[in-house]
């Protein structure tokens, strides 16, 4: 099976501008999850979508946004960037009782 | 909120000693898994640990989750330049939702 793909994998945008990362899952995952990864604040949860519907949300504001497709692909938005968004963003999609994680390789987003 | 801290933060070793992680939350997971990241990838899945009290062994790599399903350790014997990289743990709560460890950046010096 293909792994999880992400989609780009670098991206470089100027404060105010908006941004759309995408991720594909490994087939037959139905649920996708989105993380922030910065040094300073490590790993932190953004949201969680199965089956089209957001199950989970972080504690991240209104900015960034996320959808689902029926394929089970997702997309999340960042509206207004600001230079602390800056950060690889990872997609996790996952299946199982114990929700086993399977990471893609993550987009690299810098705002200057 | 930080719910795990991971301890040491940074640990540089030399190739074939032994190292212990620790992963410690005040809340109960249903669940603990363990990953590894290097750089410019994403955070691969080790292990998943569920029952409280439970060892699991990965080649040279132990792990166990606490009696009470509120922390874990990682232990690694004989360390390799290989084993090199960020180790993150994540704990799952009761609403499905993952939240990870502060990670520990571990070296190995050949």
């Known amino acids: 099976k293909a792994g999880v793909t992400q989609t780009p994998r670098y991206l470089i945008k100027t404060r105010g501008q908006q941004v759309t990362l995408s991720c594909s899952p490994i087939?037959?995952?139905?649920?996708v999850s989105w993380y922030q990864q910065t040094p300073g604040q490590g790993l932190q949860f953004l949201f969680e979508?199965?089956?089209?519907?957001?199950?989970n949300k972080g504690n991240f504001p209104g900015r960034f946004s996320g959808r689902q497709f029926s394929n089970s692909r997702s997309e999340m938005n960042v509206s207004t960037l600001e230079l602390g968004d800056s950060a690889l963003y990872l997609c996790?999609?996952?299946?199982?009782?114990?929700?086993?994680?399977?990471f893609g390789p993550g987009t690299r987003l810098t705002v200057l | 909120t930080q719910l795990l801290e991971q301890s040491p933060q940074f640990l540089s070793i030399q190739e074939g000693e032994n190292l212990t992680v620790y992963c410690n939350s005040s809340?109960?997971?249903?669940?603990l898994q363990w990953y590894r990241q290097e750089p410019g990838e994403g955070p691969v899945l080790l292990v998943t640990?569920?029952?409280?009290?439970e060892v699991k062994k990965l080649k040279r790599l132990t792990f166990q989750f606490g009696d009470a399903r509120k922390d874990s350790s990682l232990h690694i014997t004989a360390a390799q330049p290989g084993d090199t990289g960020l180790y993150l743990c994540?704990?799952?709560?009761?609403?499905?939702?993952?939240?990870f460890g502060t990670g520990t950046s571990l070296t190995v010096i050949p």
């Open positions: 996790a999609s996952s299946w199982g009782p114990n929700n086993e994680q399977f």
């Open positions: 087939s037959g995952h139905r649920s």
């Open positions: 979508y199965f089956s089209e519907t957001q199950r």
């Open positions: 809340s109960v997971f249903s669940s």
């Open positions: 640990v569920v029952t409280g009290g």
């Open positions: 994540a704990g799952l709560n009761t609403g499905n939702q993952f939240y």
